[in-house]
């Protein structure tokens, strides 16, 4: 990978690596070194993500329940979930994979952009520190750490954003397979999530119609309750 790539991907990260090495083995895919890959740096950055929220959830929720504080957190550290973030910080534009994955588009797969992003996190951790990688993680969760709840993590996107539609008498929200990407079992499914009651849609991807569905509810949900909050205060 050129520099120029690794430069944007460290400002979108919000970490300049001292040792650039570090990142580029942890945007590398088993497939494309056999050695020198990002599976052990997955390794410690699922670890260190898993403390993290985990100790955030603690500080911020100080009544919740043992088994609220483990849904709360499995709803944030789940593979969907280091998929969207991935997306959000394209790290499929920077992987190296071999040429088998990256012709069945590996760079979409939500399980490869999961495993990277904890790869990342690892590297920042050797990189930097435990407390420089508390605050890139913290960054890059945030607008999922200010909607997670007690009572909204045992709900998935797709529930929440038909509830709080229905709570303002609005209409359901109508999903449709936009495009179907690749052979089975390696599909990409491209869903469409449309709120006609705001003429707003958001489209999502994901390895099966059900994780794309849920992707694209999780785009609409964060945008409706950001727009509902902004009425609040305008009230």
């Known amino acids: 990978m050129n520099e120029l ?6 400002n979108r ?20 070194h056999r ?9 410690l950055g699922d670890a260190q993500l898993g403390q993290i929220i985990a100790r955030w959830l603690f500080d911020h929720f100080p009544d919740a329940s043992e088994g609220q504080l483990t849904r709360m957190r499995a709803a944030l550290v789940r593979g969907q979930t280091l998929a969207e973030v991935g ?26 952009l999961a495993d990277t992003l904890e790869a990342v996190i690892g590297a920042i951790v050797l990189d930097a520190g435990a407390e420089a990688c508390r605050e890139r993680v913290l960054v890059w969760f945030a607008s999922r750490l200010t909607q997670i709840s007690p009572q909204s993590s045992g709900k998935d996107a797709k529930t929440r954003l038909q509830e709080l539609l229905q709570a303002r008498q609005k209409p359901v929200p109508e ?24 003429d707003q849609a958001f489209t999502a991807s994901g390895a099966s119609r059900r994780r794309a569905e849920q992707a694209a509810a999780t785009l609409a949900l964060t945008w409706l309750e950001t727009e509902y909050s902004e009425d609040r205060q305008n009230d």
């Open 5 to 10: 790539a690794l430069s944007r991907l460290s």
């Open 175 to 198: 999903y449709d397979v936009m495009a179907v990407h690749g052979q089975a079992p390696k599909q990409q499914f491209e869903v469409r999530c449309q709120l006609a009651a705001h």
């Open 35 to 43: 050695q020198r890959n990002n599976e052990r740096l997955e390794f």
């Open 87 to 112: 997306r959000e910080l394209d790290l499929g534009s920077c992987l190296v994979l071999g040429s088998g994955e990256m012709k069945s588009g590996g760079h979409r797969r939500d399980s490869i």
């Open 13 to 32: 990260l919000g970490h300049v690596f001292s040792d650039s090495t570090l990142l580029q083995q942890a945007l590398t895919h088993r497939s494309a």
